[in-house]
């Protein structure tokens, strides 16, 4: 009999941050979604989403890590993984 794979704590970490960062993303829609119903313009809701996420992650990292973020995010953008179009494989 075939002895199935635990996973290792870094796959159950790995893990945790998925799930967690679904729950993020549900609540993001959940406010986006509030935000329209409220008649505020995607525009306005995305520049309030920006700032504020700008604001905590220069509290916590610093303008060097803030820096950094921005940069993987633009490089995550042209790699095309924030694209509307973009099919998961």
């Not at 920006?50 to 890590?65: F, K, S, V």
Request: net charge negative; no cysteine; glycine share 6%.
């Amino acid at each position: 009999m075939e002895r199935m794979m635990e996973p290792s704590l870094t796959d159950i970490d790995d893990m945790i941050v998925h799930e967690k960062m679904q729950a993020a993303l549900e609540h993001q829609n959940e406010a986006w979604a509030d935000g329209m119903a409220d008649g505020i313009e995607p525009e306005i809701i995305a520049d309030a989403a920006i700032a504020l996420a700008m604001r905590e992650t220069i509290r916590m990292h610093g303008e060097d890590g803030a820096e950094a973020m921005l940069n993987s995010l633009r490089e995550r953008m042209l790699a095309g993984e924030f694209s509307p179009q973009r099919s998961i494989q």
